[in-house]
Every structure is written in C-alpha cells, then in structure tokens.
DNA sequence: GCCGTCAAGTTGACGATGTCAATCTGAGGT
DNA sequence: ACCTCAGATTGACATCGTCAACTTGACGGC
C-alpha cells in the first residue's frame, strides 16, 4: 500500500485524482470519521507524497466533498428506480430508500448535509436530493393526495425524513427503538399523511378533545373499499 | 481585552473558569463558527496562557461542549413557559419555541446535535429536549387527541422540526422562502397533524385518487362547530 | 515579620496538520 | 542526443492541541 507509485504517463495526471478519491473514500468509511481524513494519510495510501493532492484538489475541503459526492449519484438511482405505480406508494418508497441511503453512508451524508459548506451557493448534494423530493410529491399534487405548492409540501417531508437520519447518525448513543426500519417506516408515513391533510385544513378547528373525536370517525372512513381487498396497503 | 489578568485568590482558582467560559462564548457568538474557538484565541481572550484552559476542561471538546450547554437551559424554561391551555396548542408553541430557539443559537445547537458527541452516551442536550417533547405530546394523548405511545410519537416530531431547523442552520445558501417564521409554523402543524392521524390509520387504506376524495370530505368535516367562533385556530 | 506550602498559572517544547514556493524528474516529441 | 513541460517532490512555515516541568504568590502558622 505504501510502495511508491509509479509516475503516470504523460497526459494522463488525472489517473492519480482517481487514485486518491479512493484512498481517501477507504480512510474515511474504514475509520468512520471524517477526522481521519489527513491529506498525509490520503497521500501515503495513494503513494504519492502529501502536495500531490493539491495537483487535483484546491484544497482538503474540495477533497472531502469530492470524496462525499462520488456516492452520491447513487441517491438519484434510487429515487428513479422507486417511481411509478401509485405516487404517493412510489413517495414512500423514495424517503425510505433515502433514509436507507443515508444510514448506509452515514459519514458521507453528514459531511455533507450536516455541515455548513465551504463552497457558498447551494452544495449539490442538497439540490438534487430536494429536487427528487420534489418530483414525487409534484406526482402525488397530480392525483390530489396532495394539495398545495409541491415545494412546500416537500420541505415537510424532507424535513422529517432528514431529521430522523440526521439524529440517528448523529445521536447513536439515544435509546432508539431496536428496529431503525421501523422507526423510519413510521417517520414515513406520519410525515406523508400530515401532508395530506395539512393542505385540506380549514383556518378554524375545533378545541383539542373535540377534534379527536371528529379524528377517530376520520380512521373509519379512510379504510379501503371492499372491492379492493389484494392492496396490502397504500400509505407512504 | 488582552491585559494579562490579576491572579485569583487561593479556593477561587474556580473564577477563570467562567471567565474562559464567557471568552469562548464571545468568540463563537462573533465569528459564527466553531472553528475560531482555538484555545489559544480563548486563553488569550480571557487574559492567560494557553495551558491554563486545561485547569478548568479536561480538552477542548470538553470546553466547547460547556460552551454550548451554557445555552442549553434556556430551552427547558421556553418549553416549560409554553405549557398550559389546551395541550395540542402548547405542543405547536413549544415545537415552534425549539425551533426558534435552534435559529437563535446555531452554533450550538450544530455543535450539539449535529454532530457526533465526543462523550460516550447520550448527550444531556438531546436527553432534555426530547424529556420536553414527549412530555407536552403525552398531554396530547391525555386529551386523546394523539393515540398510541408518547415516545413514539415525539420521534417523529422532533424529527420533522430538528431535520427543518437542521436544514435551515446547515443550508443557509438553499432558496428557502423568505419567512422562515412561516415555514416553520408550516412545518410543525404539518407534522403535529400528521401525529394525530397516523395512529388512527387502518392498515389497509384506498389508493391514492380515492383516498384524495375521501381527504377532501374530512378536511370539511375538521372544521369548528358554529358555536365555538372565538377561537381563532386550534391547530399546533 | 518571616516562612513554608500548595493552589494558580506560565514556559517551552513536541508532534501533527494544512498549505505553499521552489525544485526536481523523466516521458515523449524533434 | 536534447529540449520541454506535465507530473511529482522537497523542505519549510504557521498553527493547532497537548503535556511535563517550572514558577509565582496568597495565606495560615509561628
């Protein structure tokens, strides 16, 4: 590992980019921690000695982030790969396969998420993640699950799904409920029926006992007509 | 600022430490971000050597992390003055109060909860705001108008409002609307909505064109009855 | 009034890190 | 055989957290 590397051709210096992206992408995910990430230890696993990285990184900052981003295209395969059938099925299947995708990379989404970015402007990482968000709630306004600015709708549900992630990354040691699928599943779904029928609220509701009531008559109502009994179900 | 300070009386070694504390406090206040919180930049803050930090916290994680909890009970008195009246109301005020409070001192609350804590455990911070949290949701569940486990519930609260104010504190160059006020009040009656239906879900529910119609009937349905028209909203 | 003691605080150093200017090296064209 | 310049290295700098060894001076006792 610590041979020293053979000079690349002419022509082709960007050869050792790839070789320290995946020095580095090892350090980080064998330690766990981005605080392993020395531009030292990135070179001398690459072979390579420390201001080489500088020949293709402006700095350990750009490193890092290239480093975080390279898994994430992964993200973008998920959402697609989870649409069509029922929008607001398919909407539940894509928070689940984010939240599944941040806990799977859990170092590189709080890197990337969780901290303010170096670069100003809107770190791309957030861009296309809400940007998947908000296409599948947009197919959920379509069939009128959902009413309102897609947008909006889709910060509530971002919000919860990312928050969940963002605590269990980063508060491991909190009591958490043995099945993480679980508590993400419930998440999921809390967050997809508040969107539905926050949008449907009238401006005055009545006081808190009495709103429970008039909730309880709700749940009877939203159970499946019989004549569509094989839906296992259709909650996000 | 840098006057080299009058040494303490013998059993008042205990004086730099809060003097340390008020130092570092400034210091992260002014520059915004943790990274100006060098012991040296402390120490010659607050009028002493570097190594003198160390006669007070163990490292200096230890210090930032006292730093950041010096902030800390102000948010037990927020939730604690937003209690009373009817509890599906007080949970929106303290959800909202958090939330604010988050924004008011991002720093901190970065530093202590979005990032994994030093100390082995759960972090008294994360400990005493979910405490807060289920505590105003098992009120909600006394007047029924929540149902099922308290714990549970506040997870998937806490996560909608932690994952808004998350997004907010560590995304600040994402085109969030321009009243974060409003966002978050959108965020947290969607997410308190979202509670109080979920537990009440069949498990089997229509597909999405029909559950859509079937909202529509019941966001009707929510609305006060006539002879309670003082009351502005009872939403959280 | 002097003194010894011990808490309170300092000195100086070590190793590690990010970063940069200056330098070397050697593959490939002529 | 030689030149060129992309590809990479050397050596140094400032800064950081941390520690062992040292100094200072307030205070109780004589």
């Known amino acids: 590992m610590s041979t020293r590397r053979v000079r690349a051709r002419r022509g082709e210096g960007a050869l050792l980019r790839e070789e320290i992206l995946r020095a580095a992408e090892d350090l980080l995910t064998e330690a766990g921690t981005e605080d392993a990430l020395t531009l030292r230890a990135v070179a001398r696993r690459a072979g390579v000695s420390t201001p080489s990285v500088y020949l293709h990184f402006a700095d350990k900052d750009a490193l890092v982030e290239a480093v975080c981003m390279r898994v994430w295209d992964e993200l973008g395969r998920l959402f697609t790969g989870n649409l069509g059938g029922d929008p607001f099925l398919a909407l539940g299947r894509c928070a689940r396969a984010y939240a599944r995708f941040a806990l799977d990379h859990p170092v590189q989404y709080r890197v990337l998420m969780l901290r303010p970015s170096a670069a100003p402007g809107v770190p791309p990482a957030a861009e296309t993640a809400f940007r998947h968000m908000v296409a599948a709630v947009a197919a959920c306004v379509e069939t009128r699950v959902f009413e309102g600015d897609p ?25 958490w409920p043995r099945d993480r699928e679980a508590l993400i599943d419930h998440i999921v779904r809390q967050a997809g029926f508040g969107a539905a029928v926050y949008s449907r609220l009238p401006g005055t509701l009545p006081p808190s006992k009495e709103l429970a009531a008039r909730l309880d008559e709700f749940g009877a109502r939203l159970a499946a007509v019989p004549d569509e009994p094989s839906r296992r179900q259709s909650s996000p």
Chains 1, 2 share one sequence.
């Open 151 to 175: 947008e909006e709708l889709a910060l509530g549900l971002w919000s919860a799904v990312h928050g969940c992630v963002s605590l269990l990354i980063a508060q491991p040691a909190f009591p």
